[in-house]
Structures are given as C-alpha cells and as structure tokens.
C-alpha cells in the first residue's frame, strides 16, 4: 500500500512587522556588531559612576603620565587623572550632546519639511529656500562663531549642533509629506472634517516615521564628530569635564611622550561613528517596505 508522504515546514516564519524587521535588519552582521557596541557603549556611559573605578576630576601629580598598569588600565593624564576612567565619563557627555543635537536637529527638521511638504505654495516656497540657504551656509565655522560669542557650555553646543544641522532632515521628511499626502486615506480623512494639525500628527507624519527614524541615527554620528571637533578647538564643553574631543586635545601636547593618550579617545569617536552610521544603513534597509524578503 503506497503512503502518500505529507511535507511540513520545518519553521513557520513570523510574519510579524518586529519580526521582519529584525529578520532583515540582522542580514547585516557588521549592523549587529555595531549595535551592540553601541549599547555597550552607552550602558558604560551611564553606569559610569558605578563602573569607572576614579572619579574624573581626582588628580594625582605624583602620578602624571603614568603607563598602564594594575592601578590604572589605561595609564594617567598630564595631571595624574585615571584614563579609562575619563574615557567612560566622557562617552557619557559626548553621546549625550550627539543624541540631544539630533533630537533638536530632527525635530526641527521634521517641522520645516511637514508644514512645507503639506501646505506647499508660498508656504513651502519660502521654507525650502530657507533651507536651500542654510545648506550653503558653512554650517561647521557658523557654529565655531556662535560658539565663540556666546561662549561654550553643553547647553550652547547641543542648540547650535542641532540648529545648524537639520536642513537634510526637512528635504527627507518633505519627500515623504508630499508622497503621502494624496493618498486616499489622507483625502478622506480630510472629507470627514479632520483638521491640518491632526491628518499631519495621526495620518501624514506616521509614514514618515522609517526615514526620521534614520536621520536621527545619523544625526547622531554627525552629531557626535562636530562635538568632538569643536571640544577639539576649545569651544565645546571645557574641561575638567571630559568629552572625547577635548580629551583628544589635550593629548596632542604629549604625542611624542605618551602618544596612546590620543589614540584612546580617537579610537572611540571613529568606532562610535561607524557604528552609528553602520545601524543606520541598516534601519534604513530594514524599514524599507519595498524591500524584498
């Protein structure tokens, strides 16, 4: 008597929107690593008064430029400040500048592109003109001027990152805006007398939300160099506090006597930046609904 042989499948995939999403977000495993240096990064950061085993500011003259060792990981500073030490606090101020610039970068954005991609005319004549402008503008030497008369501070630094940076995520969101908007979803919404402010918030940005998703993550690798850059030229947050960028200057004093000084915090920036910019590829990919499986 023949059997008839009936196949299974040996897994049923999740057809969940999460689970896709990390079905195609893990194709990339140089994504995976970098997320999860990321996360060990910031976990770091904020645990910092826990795991650093010195506070940042304790200087120990007796002990200045000293090698690593059992005592000190990674050696001291000029001052006799524990490195490894420093360098966790300093993950913590220079990510903390690089997602709050982001935040005020990708908020800003994405009202500038809302408003002009929705209204369009005159409305958005004038708001991509002015972002047109601002994207000639050298946006790098007109932060070091604002920073130079209003002097330097975490709070100066994270408005005039973010200021100067959102004009990328206006031109993204305002595609995305003008896409949506003669959706037919949109156009009912609109025949059963919601008002502009709700169809944008509960209708038009929501399809927008996978591309400012990703401008922020971006944003904050982008964020994250020019605070290193400007802590670098004495115009961002001022020591004692350690970043990553003023630590990298006060390095440069010692290239010749303790040259690692500088490759610490350098080593972190380009690692935190490539990660971020790596995850962000990723996200961009991953939330992509015409992305094939």
């Known amino acids: ?49 826990v795991v650093a085993p010195y506070p940042p500011e304790e200087v120990d003259l007796t002990r200045r430029l000293a090698p690593p060792g059992a005592g000190h990981w990674l050696g001291t500073d000029e001052n006799g400040r524990d490195v490894f030490s420093r360098l966790i606090y300093g993950a913590r101020v220079s990510l903390l500048v690089g997602l709050l610039s982001a935040v005020v970068a990708v908020a800003v954005g994405t009202v500038v592109g809302a408003v002009g991609g929705y209204f369009g005319g005159v409305t958005d004549a004038i708001l991509m003109r002015l972002t047109d402008g601002m994207m000639i503008l050298p946006t790098f030497f007109l932060a070091l001027l604002v920073l130079a ?3 330097p501070g975490i709070i100066n630094l994270i408005a005039v990152i973010g200021l100067t940076s959102w004009m ?12 949506t908007r003669p959706q037919e979803f949109v156009l009912a919404a ?11 918030a509960v209708h038009v940005l929501p399809q927008a939300a996978p591309a400012i998703i990703v401008a922020t993550t971006l944003g904050t690798a982008q964020a994250i160099l020019t605070e290193s850059a400007l802590s670098y030229l004495g115009l961002g947050i001022q020591p004692p506090t350690p970043t990553w960028g003023n ?12 040259p690692e000084l500088a490759v610490y915090p ?12 790596s995850v962000g ?6 939330l992509d609904p015409f992305m094939k499986e």
């Open 247 to 258: 630590m990298l200057a006060s390095a440069q004093h010692f290239l010749w006597v303790r």
């Open 281 to 286: 590829d990723a996200l961009r990919d991953a």
């Open 1 to 49: 008597m023949a059997q008839t042989a009936v196949s299974l499948p040996a897994r049923v995939e999740a057809a969940g929107p999460v689970a896709t999403f990390w079905r195609r977000f893990r194709r990339s495993r140089l994504a995976v690593v970098a997320l999860l240096f990321l996360v060990l990064v910031h976990v770091l950061g904020a645990a910092a008064p």
């Open 190 to 200: 609109r025949a059963l007398g919601a008002g502009n402010a709700r169809i944008l």
């Open 266 to 277: 350098g080593i972190l920036i380009l690692l935190t930046v490539l990660a971020y910019n």
């Open 168 to 179: 990328g995520v206006a031109r993204v969101v305002r595609g995305e805006v003008l896409r």
């Open 149 to 151: 008369v209003f002097g």
